[in-house]
């Protein structure tokens, strides 16, 4: 066979295979896979080990602990003053004070008594000072004097003590035999000060099991190494090893697996000696995915569950051997943490001792539509915002998509779509569950468009320790919000089509304007290009419209660059018109890596990919105020800091104007 016909049958063996989804067992709901998977799995802790108490933070105690000491081990002063029998004090007063002789003797902490206290005489205790042989109670030096007689020092009372008074008792705190902790008692610094108290050097707590993590994949390359087009950088590695170790789990990664079958052959059997193996890709339908395949050789039950009715993770994978989850994570960074979170940290918890998490869900309001897929039950990460009272939350959705690396990291939780809805509309109530902490409303709140001069004025504010939130929802979505009373600020720049004027068109009764910055809008090309080069944005727009290998690369709809695009072509659709990326940036990608040929961005997005560009019109990207949040101090000096001399320099070192 000739090589070039040997070449289009590899061709076509390779689309068939990656056209065909047979290695989706069956599709099975959330609830049954789980139900599957816990059946085979052996969920008990994984053995004892002793630490020192230096490396116990954060460990589980495999037994209970009994204390073998006192504490305190003996009875002691809790104030600085005189220890005293006190029955020499009864009835003293300021008209008739008691004087009692001193001993010659001062008692610091760690100073055993040598003398007795005997009626009539007092001796100097400091505080964690032993109470001497003979006294019952202490008095504090502050309602006392001293006072120095021919037959020596004494102490002068004018208040009668009561027995026991600032002492305290030997066992009193932790008594001998007491068990002060429990088995399966997570160790923080406060447990670490008890177990040191009775005198602890080590305890027995429970191994932390070994989790494998191995990343496959071609495209896939380790942090730190140089990036090829086409490739990805191993985040789910790092994301799995660190949410591991958060777990009580020992991470134990195994580098990249590439999409050869030996050597996942080889990774798959080092990572079963471990307590559980986790695989992050070749779960899906894609040519080079292989991990379903090897995994599928296990036995004991081998694989439990393959596709899950969920969105994102539906390609997930769950089988066990000899009791030890195996379980192949989606490739996508948000579907593998989201499947990570939801199927595996359960089973990581319960193998290192701890406790099921406690899920926390709090009412929100969808202030936005979002569709769905029927027939997958689909979660949406959000971020929670104050509306126009503090005890209202509207839920944004973070819709960054399942490659997204960054959602988990912003999001203050999800929601879920029922399997059967097609949508959820806006305004409807809805029920968040919060990702593992207590939701924290930031200082100040920020939704509208997005603009890299922006960091200039936040970054200050978060250096000067000012907790920020923002929301990249463009434009129209951010003066909606600020209508609805659900952000500080509302950055927008928004040009009225008819007269050209920018922002303050928009302002509705309730709404101000703080003046930002001024931005150059144009068309970005590949330098070079003899479509564009030399040319002006009108002629190069008027020349490339009809053009079918011209293509456009859009701003999403309600964006202000979508408006300023939407003008700038009229009637005319050119081809690539309805594809439309979400910032300046992802038009710039698309631009320098050749999906697309022009579009409408910002100089500095330009210039940041080296692309050519063609000034097009000076933006206003301005601050839409909510009046009735004018004067939190957040907002005023967030006012204030756009005033200053160092962000104004900043903003134009950037290409940016104030």
């Known amino acids: 066979m000739h090589s070039s016909d040997r070449s289009r049958e590899d061709i076509r063996r390779f689309v068939a295979q990656a056209a065909r989804q047979d290695q989706f067992l069956e599709v099975v709901s959330g609830e049954e896979a789980r139900a599957r998977f816990h059946r085979h799995l052996d969920l008990s802790p994984r053995g004892e080990e002793r630490v020192p108490l230096s490396a116990a933070l954060g460990r589980v105690l495999s037994a209970d602990v009994a204390a073998e000491v006192d504490v305190p081990g003996f009875d002691r002063s809790v104030v600085d003053g005189f220890a005293v029998l006190s029955a020499d004090t009864v009835g003293a007063a300021e008209d008739r004070p008691v004087a009692l002789r001193l001993n010659d003797e001062v008692l610091a902490a760690g100073h055993a008594p040598e003398l007795t206290v005997e009626p009539g005489t007092a001796t100097v205790i400091a505080t964690g000072g032993m109470l001497p042989r003979g006294a019952d109670a202490v008095v504090m030096v502050e309602t006392t004097e001293v006072v120095e007689r021919p037959d020596g020092l004494s102490v002068s009372l004018t208040r009668p003590a009561t027995p ?42 429970v191994r932390r099991p070994r989790v494998a993590i191995l990343s496959t994949g071609d495209e896939i390359v380790a942090p730190g190494q140089p990036i090829r087009t086409g490739a990805v950088y191993d985040s789910n590695g790092a994301i799995l090893a660190a949410a591991v170790t958060e777990l009580g789990g020992e991470p134990v990664p195994l580098g990249i697996a590439p999409d050869e079958d030996a050597a996942l052959e080889r990774l798959v059997a080092r990572g079963l000696e471990c307590d559980a193996l986790l695989l992050s890709g070749g779960t899906s339908k894609g040519a080079g995915d292989r991990s379903h395949r090897i995994v599928a050789q296990l036995s004991d039950p081998g694989i439990v569950a393959h596709g899950v009715a969920l969105k994102p993770g539906k ?39 701890l406790p099921p998490a406690l899920a926390e869900e709090v009412p929100a309001t969808l202030p936005v539509r979002l569709g769905s897929e029927r027939g997958r039950t689909e979660y949406v990460m959000v971020s929670l915002v104050h509306g126009a009272s503090e005890d209202q939350l509207a839920a944004y959705p973070l819709s960054k998509g399942s490659g997204a690396v960054t959602a988990f990291s912003h999001a203050d939780g999800f929601l879920a779509i029922d399997a059967q809805a097609e949508a959820v509309e806006a305004g ?86 703080a003046t930002g910055y001024r931005r150059m809008q ?78 409408v961005a910002i100089e500095t997005a330009a210039n940041l990919y080296g692309l050519g560009f063609l000034p097009l019109q000076e933006e206003h990207y301005d601050f839409v105020i909510p009046a009735a949040r004018r004067d939190r101090p957040a907002v005023r000096r967030f006012v204030e800091a756009l005033e200053t001399p160092e962000v104004t320099e900043a903003l134009r070192a950037m290409g940016f104007i104030r």
């Open 428 to 513: 409807t109530p809805v029920s968040v569950q919060l990702l593992g902490r207590s939701l924290t409303p930031a200082d100040l709140i920020v939704v509208g468009s997005q603009c890299i001069g922006l960091n200039a004025v936040l970054g200050r504010l978060i250096g000067e320790g000012m907790t920020v939130k923002a929301l990249n929802v463009g434009s129209m979505g951010g003066l909606a919000a600020a209508r609805r009373g659900e952000c500080d600020l509302a950055p927008v720049h928004l040009m009225d089509p008819v007269t050209g004027t920018y922002n303050t068109p928009f302002l509705a009764p309730g709404l101000e304007l």
């Open 315 to 353: 390609p997930l994978c769950l089988a066990v051997t000899g009791g030890k989850p195996v379980v192949i994570l989606p490739g996508f960074p948000t579907s593998a943490m989201f499947t990570f979170h939801g199927f595996v940290a359960p089973v990581i918890r319960a193998m290192a001792g």
């Open 164 to 205: 026991g008074a600032f002492i305290a008792a030997a066992g009193s705190d932790i008594g001998r035999g007491e068990v002060v902790l429990r088995r399966g008692q997570a160790l923080t610094s406060r447990e670490i000060g008890v177990l040191a108290a009775i005198g602890l050097a080590e305890v027995p707590v």
């Open 522 to 599: 144009g068309i970005v090309f590949r330098r070079g290009d003899p479509r564009f080069e030399g040319r002006t944005a009108a002629e190069a727009v008027a020349a490339v419209a009809g053009s079918a290998d011209c293509i456009l690369i859009n701003r999403n709809a309600g964006s202000g660059t979508r408006i300023l695009t939407d003008r700038l072509l009229g009637a005319v659709r050119p081809t690539g018109y309805w594809t439309q990326a979400k910032s300046h940036n992802a038009v710039a990608v698309a631009v320098a890596q050749n999906r697309a040929d022009w579009g």
